[in-house]
């Protein structure tokens, strides 16, 4: 059935989907909290002879939730996967554009394809909805009475890590790997706490209102994406707690890449 760009199809082909089980950590949060919510690919995603297939995450605020200050949805993309391969999606209020409302809010990632056309072909625009994967909840708490103003204590960025063999091939890029020892909290376990990784071009170029990456909870290691080879990156890390709270360590890390 085709409907409008950007509409989805009513007329879901019943059981066309198989499901997969969502798990969801930590299992309950504050209002800065970043949930990771992950799953297996029931099936491949991606481009499929004419159709793209995707998943989509969405959830909704706990009923009653204020219409100003906090997140009423969120609806996120999730990349292409294999079949049986792990997705994880990191869901950081702060890059949703707010924070959680407290309560339990209540979500599915569907399954949905839509046509992939030639340019200049005439193509029908439509998105059709194949079915469920799955359900999640995210339980938000209310910040306790006595509120968390302290910042984690971290000891900052150890290293920044790249190797590029050779001379510099047009376009090429290669990835740096961020490594650093974990921080600890007096509310937040160490399991919880994430990390912002803020990048530069030039020494105390950091732009710290706004991270450039953020990792997963606990997590000590960062592989950032692909960046030009050869280049000159600058790198500091800060640690982030449950409360929203991030420590200001402005320890800086030159990106050494030692193979060219």
């Not at 469920?132 to 984690?152: E, K, M, Q």
């Not at 150890?158 to 001379?167: D, K, V, W």
Request: glycine residues 12%.
């Amino acid at each position: 059935m085709a409907v409008a760009a950007g509409a989805v199809a009513a007329t879901a082909a019943a059981g066309a989907t198989p499901s997969a089980r969502i798990y969801v950590a930590p299992a309950a949060g504050g209002p800065q909290t970043v949930f990771v919510v992950r799953f297996r690919a029931p099936q491949r995603t991606g481009i499929v002879g004419a159709m793209r297939r995707f998943d989509q995450l969405s959830a909704a605020a706990p009923a009653g939730a204020p219409k100003h200050g906090c997140l009423p949805v969120i609806d996120v993309s999730l990349p292409a996967a294999g079949s049986g391969a792990g997705v994880r999606a990191h869901l950081d209020p702060r890059k949703l554009g707010g924070k959680w409302c407290v309560g339990t809010y209540h979500g599915q990632v569907e399954e949905l394809e839509s046509p992939v056309c030639s340019t200049g072909m005439a193509c029908p625009a439509f998105i059709a909805l194949l079915g469920t994967l799955g359900r999640f909840t995210l339980h938000v708490r209310a910040p306790l009475t006595a509120l968390d103003t302290t910042p984690p204590s971290f000891g900052g960025l150890q290293s920044a890590f790249a190797c590029t063999p050779g001379a510099q091939r047009p376009g090429q890029t290669t990835p740096f790997t961020l490594s650093w020892h974990a921080a600890s909290d007096n509310v937040t376990p160490s399991s919880q706490i994430v990390y912002d990784v803020y990048l530069a071009s030039a020494p105390g170029g950091e732009q710290f209102a706004a991270a450039t990456w953020t990792t997963a909870p606990g997590a000590t290691t960062f592989k950032t994406p692909g960046l030009p080879s050869h280049g000159s990156f600058y790198f500091v890390v800060r640690a982030r707690d449950g409360a929203g709270n991030e420590d200001h360590n402005t320890i800086e890390v030159h990106g050494s890449d030692p193979c060219y």
